[in-house]
């Protein structure tokens, strides 16, 4: 039974740790965004979420406002920063939003989608269960 109690408690301690970690990439999203950059997101239950964990800017909706729209305004950005789901939509999404903006000559920055994945060791599929880490600050 002990044994239990102290995975467990491990678990939680990980679980927070990676909750303190996550808070800070979402103050460098901030911090990208006052510097002029557009963050993506798939849907609203995505940005909510990132809005959990500290995110104070709205993002621009991909599924809601389509490729073409996302063109325009990331044409008019500083640099574009892709957090997009990890599921075959997702990556899809990615992938797509990737080849528009390097046609165009934009670099697509996929340094914090990587970085939230590498943080929460895989286990996130969508960006909108990142509010589950959120629960562990308090």
């Known amino acids: 039974m002990r ?3 102290s995975r467990e408690h491990k678990l939680f301690l990980q679980r927070k740790e990676s909750a303190e970690l996550l808070r800070s ?3 460098e999203l901030n911090n990208e965004h006052n510097k002029g950059a557009l963050l ?6 995505d940005q909510l979420a990132l809005q959990s964990l500290g995110l104070h800017v709205n993002c621009f909706w991909l599924s809601k ?5 996302f063109l325009n305004i990331a044409e008019s950005s500083k640099k574009v920063i892709l957090l997009l789901d990890y ?3 997702g990556k899809y999404m990615y992938a797509r939003a990737t080849r528009i903006l390097q046609n165009k000559g934009i670099q ?6 990587k970085a939230i994945k590498k943080i929460t060791k895989g286990e996130l599929v ?7 880490y959120s629960r562990l600050l308090g």
């Open 40 to 45: 993506v997101v798939e849907g609203k239950k």
């Open 3 to 5: 044994n239990n109690i």
């Open 25 to 27: 990439v979402i103050n």
């Open 87 to 89: 599921d075959r939509k």
């Open 126 to 132: 969508h960006i909108e269960e990142i509010s589950i």
């Open 65 to 69: 406002e389509g490729f073409s729209n």
């Open 108 to 113: 697509a920055d996929g340094f914090y989608r």
